[in-house]
């Protein structure tokens, strides 16, 4: 009797490994290839180049292989149950990488019917950092990145996005990742925040930056990264500046704005009814939106409307009236914002909003109501979760805590520990 043999793989980036590893697979048996769905290969890296459909040509076509399914997620539990093959084929380079938690329970499933994990030596000669940078090369150009946002939208139930207000702390959104429950966690995208790019300008966040400094910014950070870009547009200024800033921005490769519905000088949100702050009309900020939208020359770049009715303790129902306003002159989302510590207020308002938009992207920044889980959110109709100012704020403490430390010694011994190698400050960034 024909054994069966199984394998799993993204076909993103094709070399002669891959093909190495399907043919010697193929010799043990009738060999079905799982591809991993977009939906899987963007829960742990980059959005794949070429999408399910095309991947999944490629590999019916070739040699050896016999039947292509589809693998939904990195844990290969459903499709080894399904099948029950006799054989897992698979480079022996997960025993040591990300993977190793995933391999550990493939070869727990297999045991169930004595099936059996083969472990192929890793392909030498490849080139994978060669293979990646390319990609990287091409995702980082502006009409590739401008568009991944969406694309995120569509494939996941939460969009995570992490704040960056230079190219170290963007290394950061784009490098960081844990493994977890047999998945790789890692952010989708990148917050630039007004709040962090002033703070780490050493400046008071009341739109003193201006948009070229911010500009600069966000350059610096596209220059060393790939993940798209949400920007912070505070109120978005006047509407025929805001109306050329779109303009700019959509050429660039920034994926959204957001704007927030208040004028008059910039206080930040979380001083709430402390300070004067006040809240543009319905039809101002509608035109607001809609002269953006009219500027624009693409359907990805994305115009989202902030409401701080909540923030300025101007009810449910006035939140609830501009998100309609809103939504009516075109806004491509709609976040809405609140200072309270539990997410009562926020929850009803995701309930009333998906009444009348089931399918625009809802966000939130849950900088106080910060218990909540990304689930939690998701089944409450949220799209993206924006973790606002999190990497500033942990930085300075522990640049504090550092400069205190060497002071309080007369030396910086005591603070190595704490400190990066300098061989690793030297290997952080590539040098080409």
Request: charged share 30%; net charge negative; proline share 3%.
């Amino acid at each position: 009797m024909t054994k069966k043999v199984y394998i799993a793989i993204s076909a993103d980036i094709l070399h002669h490994g891959h093909i190495n590893l399907i043919k010697k697979a193929s010799e043990y048996g009738t060999l079905t290839v799982g591809v991993l769905t977009d939906e899987a290969i963007a829960t742990y890296k980059r959005l794949p180049v070429l999408n399910y459909e095309e991947r999944t040509f490629i590999i019916r076509n070739i040699e050896g292989v016999d039947n292509v399914i589809s693998q939904d997620t990195l844990d290969y539990t459903e499709n080894l149950e399904k099948i029950k093959p006799d054989y897992v084929v698979h480079g022996d380079d997960w025993k040591s990488n990300d993977q190793s938690q995933i391999r550990s329970k493939v070869i727990e499933t297999l045991e169930k019917w004595g099936g059996q994990l083969i472990e192929i030596p890793y392909t030498q000669g490849v080139s994978v950092d060669k293979l990646n940078d390319a990609v990287k090369d091409t995702s980082s150009m502006p009409e590739v990145r401008r568009a991944k946002l969406k694309q995120l939208l569509n494939l996941k139930p939460v969009v995570k996005v992490m704040e960056a207000h230079n190219g170290l702390s963007a290394l950061v959104v784009e490098n960081a990742k844990v493994v977890k429950n047999d998945k790789i966690e890692s952010f989708d995208a990148m917050w630039l925040s007004s709040l962090t790019d002033s703070t780490a300008k050493g400046k008071p966040d009341i739109e003193l930056v201006d948009m070229t400094s911010r500009l600069r910014t966000i350059d610096e950070i596209m220059e060393v990264t790939t993940k798209p870009i949400i920007l912070d547009g505070d109120t978005g200024g006047e509407i025929e500046h805001f109306v050329f800033n779109v303009r700019t921005l959509e050429r660039i490769g920034v994926s959204a704005v957001i704007i927030e519905d208040k004028i008059g000088l910039k206080k930040n949100s979380l001083f709430g009814t402390d300070v004067e702050q006040t809240q543009d009309t319905i039809e101002h900020f509608s035109l607001k939106i809609s002269s953006g939208k009219k500027a624009l020359t693409t359907d990805e770049f994305m115009i989202i409307a902030r409401i701080e009715s909540l923030i300025l303790k101007q009810g449910m129902d006035d939140a609830i009236k501009r998100a309609k306003a809103y939504v009516n002159a075109g806004a491509d989302g709609i976040m809405i914002h609140s200072r309270e510590k539990e997410p009562d207020e926020i929850f009803e308002f995701c309930e009333k909003f998906r009444e009348f938009a089931p399918d625009l992207p809802l966000v939130v920044v849950p900088t106080s109501f910060n218990k909540v889980y990304e689930d939690e959110f998701a089944q409450r109709g949220v799209n993206i979760v924006i973790y606002a100012n999190h990497l500033i704020r942990s930085a300075y403490p522990a640049m504090m805590e550092t400069a205190q430390t060497i002071l309080e010694n007369n030396r910086c011994y005591e603070v190595d520990e704490k400190c990066l190698s300098i061989k690793e400050i030297l290997t952080l960034i590539p040098d080409e």
